[in-house]
Structures are given as C-alpha cells and as structure tokens.
C-alpha cells in the first residue's frame, strides 16, 4: 500500500513569490494535514481538510492556503514568500472526520526562500 | 494551549544500551503518538497509543493517560535508532491538530 505522497521534494523560491506544494493521501484516507517544520519553531500545524472543506486552522497567517480536490489530494499555497517561510514542509493523512486515528506523514517538501 | 514537553533534550549512548524517553502533556488528550525523524526529514510512527502500553520488537510505549505523561523504550539501542524522536498529542476534543513536543535527539554511538 502507497504512503503519503508529497511533491515537489525541494522546491527553491525568491522573496514575493508564490510557492505551491501537493500531497496525496494514502488510499480510503478522506483528512489531509499540513505541518511546518522551521528551524528553531519545531512542528506547527497549519491546516486540516476533509471531504473538500477546510476544519481547522493553525496559527499562520492568510497568505498560507490550500484546497483539497475530490480525490482527496491536496495543496498548499504560499503567497507573497517571506525568508521566513523557508522550511520543511510535512503533510498527513487520516482515516477522517469523526475518527479520532493516527496520522501518517509523507516524506515533505523542503522550502527554501531567498 | 496544550503543552507538550518532552525530557531528555538530548541523550548519548553506547550501541547496546536501553533508554527511556518521557513525554509530558498539560491536559486531556484523545490521540497520543511517537514517531522517529529520519534524516531526510520524514517522520516514521512508531505508537499511537492514547493509553496503555504497546510494543514493538525493540520499542515500547507506555501512556498513563490520568497521570499525563508518556515513555518511549528502546532497548538494546542500535546505531540505526539514532535521530529524532517526538511525541505529539491532540486535545480530548478533537481539533485534529496534532501538537508536538520539541523532541528528544538520541545519539547512538558504535
């Protein structure tokens, strides 16, 4: 059985620009999670979707968003990248909404913003 | 918010030697789990384990939910085991949000 899946592995942006990152959850997972990993910050949770809609929010600010489409895939966008926005970026799956299940972690995409 | 505090910081040990790591949470928790970073940066779960105790060939796990607080054993420590552990927690009531402690940092020398 695939794992999370998360593309692009490295990704290299400049300061104003827009970065996008892509996950897919492990099959018959409907919940995708995105984590920021900076250094010096630890693990922070940014975002929670399931079944299309956003559920719940970290503490970041509006320019991080992200959708997730019907197959359960998903994105995050960055907009207006700040040097501060260089990190390593891990996205989850779970089995969803109403299950309280474990979270397995795709292999991330590492951010670096110059 | 929910504190998550995890003890030692770091540890140093010779290969065949057992430790325990210690995961502190400042409240009610629905989901408890320990993983391992790898040095790509990918975390591998190792527990969910809310309550009780679970183990794994070499790993265990234990978490008193009452007491608030949860243990990691290695034993008999390979080279392989060295990295990053965590231990990460989400409330009682289910903002599926997992927090993390910092992380203990093991260091296994041959």
């Known amino acids: 059985e695939a794992g999370v899946t998360q593309s692009p592995t490295h990704l290299i942006k400049t300061r104003g620009q827009q970065a996008t990152l892509r996950c897919s959850p492990i099959?018959?997972?409907?919940?995708v999670y995105w984590y920021q990993q900076a250094l010096g910050l630890g693990l922070q949770f940014l975002l929670w979707?399931?079944?299309?809609?956003?559920?719940n929010r970290g503490n970041f600010p509006p320019r991080f968003s992200g959708r997730q489409f019907p197959n359960y895939s998903s994105e995050l966008n960055v907009n207006a990248l700040e040097l501060e926005d260089s990190a390593l970026y891990l996205c989850?799956?779970?089995?969803?909404?109403?299950?309280?299940?474990?979270?397995?972690f795709g292999p991330g995409t590492r951010l670096t913003v110059l | 918010g929910i504190q998550v505090e995890q003890s030692p910081p770091d540890l140093i040990l010779q290969e065949g030697a057992n430790s325990t790591l210690r995961c502190n949470f400042s409240?009610?928790?629905?989901?408890l789990q320990w993983f391992h970073q790898n040095p790509w940066g990918q975390l591998i779960n190792l527990f969910y384990?809310?309550?009780g105790t679970k183990q794994n060939g070499r790993l265990s796990a234990t978490t008193v939910a009452t007491e608030r607080y949860s243990l990691l054993y290695i034993s008999s420590s390979q080279t392989t085991d060295s990295g990053v552990y965590f231990c990460?927690?989400?409330?009682?009531?289910?903002?599926?949000?997992?927090?993390f402690g910092q992380g203990t940092r093991l260091t296994i020398n041959p």
């Open positions: 384990i809310p309550s």
């Open positions: 989850a799956s779970s089995l969803g909404l109403n299950f309280y299940n474990e979270q397995f």
């Open positions: 099959s018959g997972h409907t919940s």
């Open positions: 990460a927690v989400d409330l009682l009531e289910g903002a599926q949000k997992l927090v």
């Open positions: 979707y399931d079944e299309g809609e956003e559920r």
């Open positions: 409240d009610s928790v629905n989901n």
